[in-house]
């Protein structure tokens, strides 16, 4: 069973870089036709989708986000990582990351890590 673990700070402060990393276990990031992927659901409102990796390593952002986004892998460590830059209160959220493949018909999700932005 693959089972994903956000870690990261919960408080970052306005105009700071927001840095998560998932851990990946039971399966491998560079499975062929999986993708890891980023959400994130602010208080009170939907989910939003942020971007991914595939497993090849080719990165995918929110158009509306990219800017601000980047996500990178370590495959030595098997984790995927965010970083979101010049944060403001409204990036204030929990933050998920995912996982799967629409071929296999998989889909994995962490527990989630609520990142506060507040100075």
């Known amino acids: 069973q693959v089972q994903l673990q956000e870690s990261g700070p919960g408080l970052v402060k306005p105009s700071q870089t927001l840095s998560l990393t998932c851990t990946v276990s039971g399966g491998s990031i560079t499975t062929n036709s999986y993708y890891w992927s980023w959400i994130r659901q602010p208080p009170g409102k939907g989910l939003e989708w942020m971007g991914a990796i595939d497993y090849d390593g080719n990165t995918y952002y929110n158009p509306s986000l990219k800017r601000y986004t980047s996500i990178s892998r370590d495959t030595s460590k098997n984790q995927f990582s965010l970083q979101l830059s010049s944060v403001t209160p409204e990036d204030t959220a929990v933050y998920f990351c995912?996982?799967?493949?629409?071929?296999?018909?998989?889909?994995?999700w962490g527990q989630g890590t609520q990142v506060t932005v507040s100075s």
């Open positions: 995912g996982g799967g493949s629409s071929r296999y018909g998989r889909e994995y």
